[in-house]
Nanobody
Framework: QVQLVESGGGLVQPGGSLKLSCAVS????????MGWFRQAPGKQREFVAA???????RYADSVKGRFIISRDNAKNMVYLQMNNLRPEDTAVYHC?????????WGQGTQVTVSS
């Protein structure tokens, strides 16, 4: 059974940083494109960042230059380093395969950026 568990969210002031983690079981991240997605209140879920198995990465324009996606194949983990956070980054963040698979959505982790 595949399970993705996100952690690392919290409350942070504008300009602050957080690092999100995604622990993956039942799926080998080294063989998948993995991504982070987010859903803000009242909005549709949107793409944030993805990492290819050859370490290529891509980002949404809104986070480019501020967020860094990475993976640890040995630990089967995916990470999202978020810097210079803005109030508009407030959302529930999820990891998933890229493109996302409906059966892999987990609870996500809440990120709130507020002073």
């Amino acid at each position: 059974q595949v399970q993705l568990v996100e952690s690392g969210g919290g409350l942070v002031q504008p300009g602050g940083s957080l690092k999100l983690s995604c622990a993956v079981s039942g799926l080998t991240v080294s063989t998948y494109m993995m991504g982070w997605f987010r859903q803000a209140p009242g909005k549709q879920r949107e793409f944030v960042a993805a990492t290819h198995w050859n370490t290529d990465t891509r980002y949404a324009d809104s986070v480019k230059g501020r967020f860094i996606i990475s993976r640890d194949n040995a630990k089967n983990m995916v990470y999202l380093q978020m810097n210079n956070l803005r109030p508009e980054d407030t959302a529930v963040y999820h990891c998933n395969a890229d493109p996302p698979r409906n059966e892999l959505w987990g609870q996500g982790t809440q990120v709130t950026v507020s002073s």
